[in-house]
């Protein structure tokens, strides 16, 4: 298959699971697809909620001294955690990378998959992974990260799609073409006039704030005044179309 880079997954961290997953779920209409153990042997513990064919993931410590354990204290718990690519070729990728001056974190691998994770540091703002699943480039095939039967949990009836990530930064142009040479993507402009990434299944926009974190996520939903409702009765706290969830902005679109 010819070379491609889609969104597979974001990642988000928090103190615990609870009560965050069960709030993205309820307030979305998401349900939870999988909780990986693989991921106790870095201190972990996560579950995932695909949002149409992009995996929600949110990953918690369990001990002191893990890396979403930094990051936490490090951000206050405030930006998403990981952008996770799928593509065909992840060492490639990383080579890329490496030959940016980009540093390999974790290489994971767990035939038929297969994983190369970026230094947060080096990639700024969030973690960028590369994966590839042997034998299935189908969106909607396996991919043993979601568990076995993921697909089975796809839900539209409330939350359509993940649309779009925004990305904070005080160079937003400069971190634009950054990841740009990362995932290899050229930037562009909105409609916005802000810069972003085009990716076959989602978006990357870049915008101006003081710090360089995953600011939100935005979602097409079937109806965005039922999910907002929603969102107050779990008292979070609203502003038009988006609210504060997981350390993340959510805006919603219809």
Request: net charge negative.
């Amino acid at each position: 298959m010819a070379g491609y880079m889609r969104l597979r997954q974001i990642c988000l961290v928090a103190p615990q699971l609870e009560p965050l997953i069960s709030d993205i779920a309820g307030i979305m209409g998401l349900s939870v697809c999988y909780r990986d153990g693989n991921v106790a042997k870095y201190g972990l513990e996560n579950a995932l909620l695909p949002v149409d064919t992009i995996l929600l993931e949110v990953v918690a410590p369990l001990r002191d001294g893990t890396a979403a354990g930094r990051f936490i204290a490090k951000t206050g718990g405030r930006g998403g955690y990981m952008a996770i690519f799928c593509c065909d070729d992840p060492d490639a990728r990383a080579r890329n990378a490496n030959a940016m001056g980009v540093r390999t974190a974790n290489t994971i691998d767990h035939p038929p998959y297969h994983g190369v994770q970026l230094h947060p540091r080096d990639c700024r703002a969030a973690f960028i992974e590369f994966n590839h699943t042997k034998g299935s480039d189908d969106i909607l095939g396996t991919y043993p990260p979601a568990g076995p039967n993921w697909q089975e949990f796809i839900r539209k009836d409330v939350t359509q799609a993940l649309t779009a990530v925004e990305i904070q930064s005080p160079d937003p142009q400069g971190l634009a073409e950054h990841w740009g040479k990362l995932i290899g993507v050229e930037s562009d402009k909105a409609d916005s006039g802000e810069t972003e990434l085009k990716l076959p299944n989602a978006s990357f926009r870049f915008v101006k704030g003081g710090a360089e974190i995953m600011s939100a996520l935005e979602f097409r939903v079937a109806d965005v005044a039922s999910v907002i409702h929603a969102a107050r009765e779990k008292g979070l706290a609203v502003a038009g179309n988006e609210f504060l969830l997981g350390g993340v902005t959510f805006r919603l679109a219809a």
